[in-house]
C-alpha cells in the first residue's frame, strides 16, 4: 500500500542512553502527527530490540540496516531476517549504498537479500542510487534501472506489498548536496516505470528520497508527485530536526 513514510537510518551512531532520550523526545514532538505517516526508526542491530520496547506506546515502527543472504547457519557475525522479525523488526533496509560500496554488496546479494526479508513477511525498503561519476556520465537513469530489475525481478505479485524504494543518489549522501526536487522527482517518476514493467502495481508502492535531508528542504522534496517521504541520515539523530521533517511530509 502506497502511504507516507519517514524512516530514521541511524547509521552506526548511538547507544543505549541516546536512543532512550532520542525516542522519548520524538514520542513528545510526534504526539500529534498526521496518522498516515508512518515513522520508522532503524538503529544498529544490537538496538533493535531495545528500541522496539522503547517504541511500544508509540505508534513508531522499528527497521534494521542489513540482514544476511541466507537464513540461518555458520555465518559468524551475521543476522538473519528471521531473527529481526522475531524481536519485532518489521522493516530492513537492503542495497544501502554503503552496504554496496563499503562491504561490495552486488546486485545479485541485494536481491538475494530482498527474498530473504519476503520470506520473513518483513518491508524491504530496498535502496537505489547512482554514484557522482554515473550521473555525470549520463547513466542516472540506467543505473538505478539496473539495480531495481535485479533487486525485484520475478517477484511473486502478493509480495510486492512488501515493497519501499528509496532512491538516494550517492553523492547525496552526507554531503550537504540534494537533488533538486524536480529531479529527485524525474527519478521517482522514472522509477515507477520500471517497477511498473516488472509486474508491480507502480502507483501502490512508496518511493523514498534519502540525501542530505533537512528541515529545511523537506517540504519542497516531500511536495513532489511521486515522492512519498524520505529516508534521513544525518538529520535523524537530531529530534528536532527529525521531527521537523516528520511534520513536512
Ligand atoms: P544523510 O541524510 O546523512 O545524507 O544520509 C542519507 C542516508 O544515507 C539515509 O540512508
Redesign the pocket.
Known sequence: MRRKIV?A?W?MNGSEGFAKSLISELKVQLSVLDKDVKVVIIPPSLYVAEVKRLVSDAPFAVGIQNVAQWNQGAFTGEISAGMAADVGCEYV?VG???RRQLFAESDQVVAEKVQQVLKSGLVALV?VGETLAERQAGQAEEVVSRQLQIALQGLASDKWNKIVV?Y?PVW????GKTATAEDAQAMHLHMRGVLGSLGAPASDISLLY????KPENARELFGQQDIDGG??????LLADDFASICRAV
Open positions: 524512516a537510518n547509521k533496509l544501502h549504498s554503503e535502496c528509496a538516494e547525496a549522501i552526507g554531503t534519502g540525501g542530505s535531508v529516508l534521513i541520515g544525518g538529520a535523524s
